[in-house]
């Protein structure tokens, strides 16, 4: 930037700037960020679609000249561009489902099993509803399969026999035999 320059007065947020930056190159637009101890500029512009503007992030020593500065036309609490309030309460029913979710997903990767035993319990819990009970895969609390995750490995958790443990072995021939 130009020597003896530190921040200048057009690089107010909010003001409307011309710049030539290092390789004679011009860029127009709105001053929307400043951070003077990193010395970057990030300045809003006109982008392809009218309703998105581009953002060019610009080192300070880059700029060259400064074209033509306009002041920001309105005070900074009449600004239409200022950040919308945020609800804490949203924030924390966000972030609790957030996190609700990540244990959710924790809970479908079994910890010390092996591939296989990982990719019988994905091609399973696409279809029918089913957890970990430590290396074993249990489906809707009737049907277990156990390591090594093969069809013989599926049998019924009560006495009674279970139309499940046809399905669950349907399941394992025709979504595994693809893998």
Known sequence: M??????????AVGCSVRLRVEG?????GEIFAVDPTYKVVVLKTLGADADLPDIAILNMD????????TPRKTAPSEDSDQLPEVDPKRGIQREARAVR?????????GVGVSRRGQAVYDAISKTLPCHWDSKTIVVLDEVAISEPYE???????HDSDSPLLERVRLVMNSELVVR
């Not at 130009?2 to 690089?11: D, I, L, Q, S, Y």
């Not at 004679?24 to 127009?28: A, V």
């Not at 880059?62 to 500065?69: H, P, R």
């Open 62 to 69: 880059s700029v060259t000249e400064i074209v033509e500065a």
């Open 24 to 28: 004679n190159q011009e860029l127009s």
């Open 151 to 157: 069809v013989s490995s599926c049998r019924n958790l």
């Open 101 to 109: 979710l990540a244990q959710q997903d924790a809970q479908r990767i």
């Open 2 to 11: 130009t020597e003896g320059v530190e921040t200048p007065a057009e690089f």
